[in-house]
């Protein structure tokens, strides 16, 4: 018989170790047993979701998983459940139209695309793929051409007051401004120009010169997001901080200006005008209310951030790259000087087509994506072949865009600026950027949830781009914006990039 005492000494030693012994069978079964098993990447990272999260939050996953795709392949395990894909085909496997030969679409994620507000859902947020196309159907009529040709008035109003204000910065006597950070001046006015063609209000950024609170805190928010979205990763965790940490931790100004865009969208719903807004057109397609309010509450409160915060990165990327190649830089102020004899000539019908504009914006698009890392889907429960390697169902599935941007195998000069690559003469056999890769380029997603406003940002990126250029010479002040080293939270988190204006000569 047994001494009790070494009876209960046995069992506090194996309770003592549970933990060990339950860490190390776990760790054993997401090796060599789990059905994500075969592929490749760093043990430690499918053992546990701790390297990824350390990563995530502090801003390198983007950097760190490029490394792991140069060593391991197009296909990696980022976590015991998830795996990064970095291939030229991964947008049309996992975002694609899918028809019933090729199975079931890969919803979004719910760990990471659930509304963190409330149960609401938007159009970015949306699992279901019925609920998401009833809130697109009624939307697309906003964002077509046609209807863009409609509002290019206020695009143009929003960016007259942009190079008012760099008018304005010029004060010395040699036609030069003081060195000042361009980098925000692209955020007042994105978020001013959505505002306005989405209800009708804008957040009075260039008007005072400074950020409202409301796009202050989103600035301010993206590691913040990135750390919740990790705790997210562990439901009980998460169910804790959601019950006795987060209520407490939202301030008064939170509190404040989180509901900015909701009391701007009622107050347009409450207008009695014609004016071509984006409210306008999901007003007329709602009378059978196919939105619920706080689907449009929700909704407009995603496009206000989807619609500025990456449009005015994809600006600030374009600018840094051009300041830093001077050839480039003078060669598309050549252009759209040579094209553009006025300033009242720029208009979105003669500037869609420049060649080099289209080409600069595409190049820095490649190289500064404004989503460099995109939220996962999951794989069907069936599984599914995703760029050569079976993925088993249930898996969480992201695409690095920076990687696959950025491949040597795919791109010619992967590193460099080469707006070239983008023209005609790129299609020629003798180009060195013949065998590129240009059907890999996705800023805006695929398939039937590709980026609602892709037209619109296009207008805005081109319309303020020939603007500031055919008004202004640029000069950078000190150094670049090293682009590969800024922290990326999914979205990226900007340096400053300081720049002197000097006044055109002979504008009219």
């Known amino acids: 018989m047994f001494d009790p ?73 980022t976590q015991p459940h998830a795996v990064s894909i970095a291939h030229p085909n991964a ?85 030069t401004s003081d060195p000042f950070d361009i980098i925000p001046w692209f955020n007042f006015t994105a978020f001013d120009i959505f505002g306005d063609i989405g209800y009708g209000e804008t957040f009075d950024c260039l008007e005072t010169s400074d950020y409202h609170p409301f796009v202050q805190l989103i600035c301010d928010s993206l590691q913040p997001n990135a750390i919740n979205i990790s705790i997210r990763l562990y439901p009980l965790l998460d169910a804790f901080f959601k019950k006795w940490v987060f209520p407490y931790m939202m301030n008064e100004k939170q509190k404040k200006y989180g509901t900015a865009v909701v ?37 407009f409160q995603t496009l206000t951030l989807a619609g500025s915060e990456t449009t005015a990165t994809s600006l600030s990327g374009t600018m840094n790259l051009l300041l830093t190649h001077t050839q480039a830089y003078r060669k598309l102020v050549s252009e759209i000087r040579g094209a553009l004899d006025k300033e009242s000539d720029i208009t979105l019908d003669a500037i869609k087509d420049l060649p080099y504009l289209n080409a600069c ?39 690095l865009p920076w990687a696959v941007y950025r491949d040597p195998n795919l791109w010619h000069d992967a590193a ?22 240009r059907d890999a380029l996705h800023p805006f997603g695929e398939g039937p949830r590709k980026c609602i406003g892709m037209h619109l940002a296009w207008a805005e990126i081109r319309l303020i781009l020939t603007r500031m250029l055919w008004s202004f010479d640029y000069e950078l002040v000190g150094k670049a914006v090293e682009w590969e080293r800024q922290k990326v939270y999914v979205l990226v988190e900007r340096e400053p990039l300081i720049v002197k204006l000097r006044q055109r000569i002979n504008a009219r």
């Not at 506090?12 to 592929?39: D, E, G, M, Q």
């Not at 009833?134 to 007051?161: D, H, Y």
Request: charged share 20%; hydrophobic share 40%.
């Open 263 to 299: 009391e701007r969208v009622n107050r347009r719903l409450g207008w009695e005008v014609a004016r071509p807004d984006i409210m306008s057109y999901v007003i007329a397609g709602n009378e059978k209310g196919t939105m619920t309010p706080t689907e449009v509450h929700a909704t």
């Open 91 to 175: 947008w049309q496997d996992t975002q694609g139209a899918r028809t019933s030969s090729r199975g079931k679409p890969y919803l979004k994620d719910s760990t990471w695309w659930k509304s963190m507000s409330s149960a609401s859902q938007s159009i970015a947020t949306a699992i279901d793929h019925d609920k998401h196309a009833r809130i697109r159907k009624t939307l697309a009529p906003a964002f077509t051409p046609r209807a863009l040709k409609q509002q290019e008035s206020l695009l143009q109003t929003g960016v007259a007051l942009l190079i008012q204000r760099f008018h304005e910065k010029i004060k010395n006597a040699d036609g």
């Open 361 to 399: 914006a595409n190049e820095a698009m490649r190289l500064c994506p404004a989503t460099p890392f995109t939220m996962p889907r999951v794989v069907p429960t069936s599984g599914d072949m995703v760029c050569g390697t079976w993925i088993a169902g249930g898996t969480s599935i992201f695409i």
């Open 5 to 77: 005492l070494v009876e209960r000494v046995g069992l506090l030693a194996l309770l003592a170790l549970s933990p060990v012994l339950i860490w190390i069978s776990t760790a054993v079964y997401r090796l060599y047993l789990h059905p994500l098993r075969h592929v490749p990447g760093p043990k430690s990272w499918a053992i546990s979701r701790i390297p990824f999260i350390r990563s995530f939050t502090a801003g390198t996953a983007v950097q760190d998983i490029e490394v792991l795709h140069r060593r391991y392949g197009p296909v990696v395990r």
């Open 416 to 437: 460099g600026f080469h707006p070239e690559r983008w023209l005609p003469e790129a299609q020629d056999e003798k180009s060195p950027f013949f065998h590129d890769r």
